[in-house]
């Protein structure tokens, strides 16, 4: 593949792993279209050209060949475009409405995130990442999509090791064996659980996903098994990296975080601008199906393309002092869930699962802070979150 590129070629994984934005940056002002040999993707990194390759499916498809999530997940929702993506998702999409899970802030999400500050809240300080964020989302997801049965651990291991298959580019044969072991671990679970549901519908994503059928289609257990697969994976991941994400950009900046721990309107600008700043989702990859030209690059038919969510969201172009965090910013919706046929189908559970949770701290948890002896460290540029996060607070009287 020919490419005009010269800074992208020295572009390497480790240095985007340790921190993608200043490698973001040169390549919009230098090499906005950018072949990265590292990857093996080109890298599209202003807004108007990630908002138009995921706005095109015709042109730029998330049904790419070779497809890390089919090859993992089986043919599902966000490797598919045309007539089989719209009948998934219009079978899917219902489940996710605020009519089927508006209930949750209060009767799924609040008794929870209340049940993990209890085990920590008298000590005065908190491992934020594995103590409350990640054990909030994985048992809010165990909810919504109806696998209460699955130990939390087990849905955990579940996560990594597909996630090491759908972000397995180089087709290492090793990864790929773990992640098919997963793969049919779960489709052996999900099918007495499925059984079950046959004849005892729920309110879960599960039963849902079983009984709902729209123009007189419904989906196959081997559907249901793929596209389930896709949900653990992200609704975990995001679920679990916008809320940790987001706490950790808002208190560090601790005039910002007293107003909004005031004055609890703030808290949803404060979580949209942590996922602006800090894009937990990196990327959307998509395939050129022709010839085509963009941001005055040509790409051949079958070139692999990334749109960089998390550069389109530091975009000068797009937004004014893009690398300063700012609650109180008004220049519209980012891209930290993606545009277009792809946008996140499980976005409104995450946004519930971090607004709940972040009223709830703030109300019982004084004085949170981050520990400054124990500084955050983040790493990513496809998924970006922070290892640990150590908080302090004003321990709660027992």
């Given at each position: ?46 807004w ?14 998330g ?68 103590e ?57 679970t ?15 994503l ?48 601790p ?5 909004v721990?005031?004055?609890h ?47 389109a ?24 869930f ?26 019982r948890?004084?004085?949170l ?18 290892h ?10 027992t």
């Open positions: 593949m020919s490419s005009t590129s010269t800074y992208g070629a020295t572009v390497t994984v480790e240095a985007l792993e340790s921190d993608p934005y200043p490698i973001y940056k040169r390549l919009r002002d230098e090499e906005p279209v950018s072949w990265v040999e590292s990857v093996g993707l080109w890298l599209v990194t202003r108007d050209d990630v908002v138009h390759v995921d706005k095109t499916p015709d042109l730029f498809t049904e790419t060949e070779p497809s890390t999530l089919n090859r993992t997940f089986g043919k599902n929702l966000l490797g598919s475009e045309g007539d089989y993506h719209s009948r998934i998702r219009s079978i899917i999409y219902p489940a996710f409405r605020v009519a089927a899970i508006g209930h949750y802030p209060d009767e799924v999400i609040a008794p929870l995130a209340n049940e993990l500050i209890d085990t920590f809240a008298g000590r005065g300080e908190v491992e934020f990442v594995s409350f964020a990640e054990p909030l989302s994985a048992r809010a997801l165990r909810r919504a999509l109806g696998l209460e049965d699955v130990a939390e651990e087990t849905l955990r291991r579940w996560f990594v090791d597909l996630a090491t298959g759908a972000s397995n580019f180089e087709a290492d044969a090793a990864k790929q064996k773990i992640a098919d072991r997963a793969s049919a671990e779960v489709d052996e999900l099918e007495p659980i499925l059984d079950r549901l046959e004849s005892t519908p729920d309110d879960t599960l039963s849902s996903m079983l009984h709902s059928e729209v123009e007189g289609e419904r989906l196959t257990r081997q559907e249901i098994k793929s596209n389930l697969k896709v949900m653990i994976v992200g609704g975990l991941q995001a679920g679990t990296d916008l809320i940790a994400i987001s706490m950790w950009a808002l208190l560090s900046h005039e910002q975080a007293a107003r721990i005031g004055d309107s703030l808290i949803d600008k404060a979580i949209e601008e942590g996922a602006r700043w800090h894009s937990p989702v990196g990327t959307s990859t998509r395939q050129a199906t022709r010839d085509a030209e963009l941001g005055g690059v040509k790409l051949e038919q079958g070139a692999l393309v990334a749109a960089v969510l998390a550069s969201n530091r975009d000068e172009r797009q937004w004014t002092d893009p690398d300063r965090y700012n609650v109180e910013r008004r220049e519209g919706a980012h891209l930290a993606a545009t277009g046929p792809h946008l996140c189908i499980g976005a409104r559970l995450g946004r519930y699962e971090a607004r709940t949770s972040y009223r709830i701290l703030f109300d948890l004084r004085s802070r981050v520990d400054p002896e124990r500084p955050t460290e983040l790493s990513g540029w496809e998924f970006r979150s922070p640990h996060l150590h908080l302090l607070f004003d321990p709660e009287s």
